[in-house]
């Protein structure tokens, strides 16, 4: 198979593959593997200095067959059209896999979020709404945060669409400060969810999860809550995680010989997720480079990054004692990686039904912003648990049944909710 480092070609190689599987007819082909609607757009900001600077942004709307369109908008410096058809892409499967009323949607911008100031964001951000505000709305297009977007910022979003709809209107964006029209349980949702996957799957595996170690890529909010949610909720041990330092433009891997406190950590991890090295260090942290922690001595692995981190080159460097990968990031493995992990019979947890947990929970935030009644931390984590173990379960089924590897047996339960949604409306 050829190499490809494109997100939305790599998610359409997906497709193609389980779509053949599927013997799905041309027509229901050509509606999946391209969004229904997309838009792109140029967003003009006043910077503090009084200069304008234009912002190139996007929204992308993969499928609403069973519901609105659902998923987050980032910041990225990197941000293409690419990449947010394949994440668009991949929320449509989430939704479905998870088993949400909601469709597949998602935003970008090319930006680096930290160089701007917090007057320069919020002008950003409601100038963005100021342009897609159209197309989006509780009943169209739900955005959420993503990579370098922020509760806060979903709360300006929220209050700018509130004005120019002219009444409050919180079900446009999930993702919100709790308080400001927010569900508890949100910041956890995503790492939580992972942890509820991947503690299924080791009762599949037999193995037992106080003895397991996990190394984990990345520290942002999935990282995270999936490093606490390992250790406080299975009693597993997390070897490292990692995280881009802005200061060297470089990324580094942090470990320690007992295991990592991940909230030691996130006390010296600064808002854009780079850790102090020096306060790691003092406090018997070991730094080393951004890739080592693929080769860790682990038996779980969690890339909890970006797309693209396990590829043909870094999954030889894998552990032998690997038995489980868990995807917390969107697209974090290349299908070279796909094929390597077939090979040497490693199970993987697909990452649109590992890190379902974030969108299921801002279902749950609509819901409630819907009914304008809040439940309590307990009951959404409760509510998500219920919700990621039958997705789980509905997977691994399928995979069983079928004889199919888990990322293909994902895409067969994801894609045969949609389509059965698209014939029910009749498009089909
Ligand atoms: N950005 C998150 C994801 O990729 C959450 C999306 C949402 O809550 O709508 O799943």
């Not at 041309?26 to 757009?41: C, D």
């Not at 979903?154 to 709809?165: A, H, I, P, R, T």
């Not at 040497?344 to 299921?360: K, S, W, Y």
Request: net charge negative; charged share 25%; glycine share 10%.
């Amino acid at each position: 198979m050829a190499s490809s480092t494109n997100a939305f070609e790599m998610a359409q190689r997906q497709f193609d593959h389980v779509a053949e599987l599927l013997k799905l007819d041309q027509p229901v082909r050509e509606m999946l593997r391209w969004p229904m609607r997309e838009f792109s757009f140029r967003i003009p900001v006043r910077m503090d200095d009084g200069t304008i600077r234009v912002f190139n942004g996007f929204r992308v709307q993969h499928n609403d067959a069973r519901g609105p369109n659902k998923g987050g908008i980032r910041f990225h410096p990197a941000e293409t059209i690419d990449t947010v058809r394949a994440l668009a892409t991949w929320m449509t499967w989430k939704c479905a896999v998870a088993d949400i009323p909601l469709g597949g949607g998602k935003g970008g911008v090319i930006v680096d979020p930290a160089t701007l100031s917090v007057g320069e964001k919020e002008r950003l951000v409601r100038g963005y709404i100021d342009i897609v505000w159209h197309n989006i709305g509780p009943r169209q297009d739900v955005p959420a945060p993503d990579v370098g977007t922020t509760p806060q910022m979903m709360g300006w979003m929220m209050d700018e669409y509130s004005k120019l709809v002219g009444c409050y209107t919180p079900g446009v964006i999930t993702g919100k400060p709790v308080g400001g029209g927010g569900s508890l349980g949100r910041t956890e949702a995503t790492g939580f969810g992972v942890i509820y996957t991947v503690r299924e799957a080791l009762k599949h595996l037999n193995m037992d999860p106080a003895k397991c170690v996990a190394a984990i890529q990345g520290f942002g909010n999935v990282a995270q809550y999936a490093a606490i949610g390992f250790i406080e909720m299975l009693g597993g041990k997390v070897a490292c995680v990692s995280y881009w330092d802005r200061d060297d433009r470089a990324s580094y891997t942090v470990s320690h010989p007992n295991g990592v406190d991940p909230r030691f950590l996130m006390t010296i991890t600064d808002q854009y997720g780079s850790i102090d090295k020096a306060k790691a260090k003092a406090a018997g942290y070991i730094i080393e480079d951004g890739d080592a922690w693929i080769s860790k001595e682990a038996d779980v692995l969690i890339p909890a990054a970006l797309e693209g981190q396990v590829n043909a080159e870094t999954v030889t460097k894998i552990s032998k004692r690997v038995r489980l990968v868990a995807e917390g990031a969107n697209g974090p493995t290349t299908p070279e990686a796909d094929e390597y992990f077939k090979k040497h019979d490693i199970f993987m947890i697909p990452d649109f039904l590992c890190n379902a947990g974030g969108v299921t929970t801002s279902y749950f935030e609509g819901v409630q912003n819907d009914m304008n009644f809040y439940w309590t931390k307990e009951e959404v984590l409760q509510k998500l648990d219920t919700k990621m173990t039958q997705a789980f379960h509905s997977v691994v089924e399928m995979s069983t049944n079928e004889k199919v590897y888990m990322r293909d047996a994902a895409y067969m339960v994801a894609i045969a909710r949609v389509v059965k949604a698209m014939e029910l409306r009749g498009w089909i």
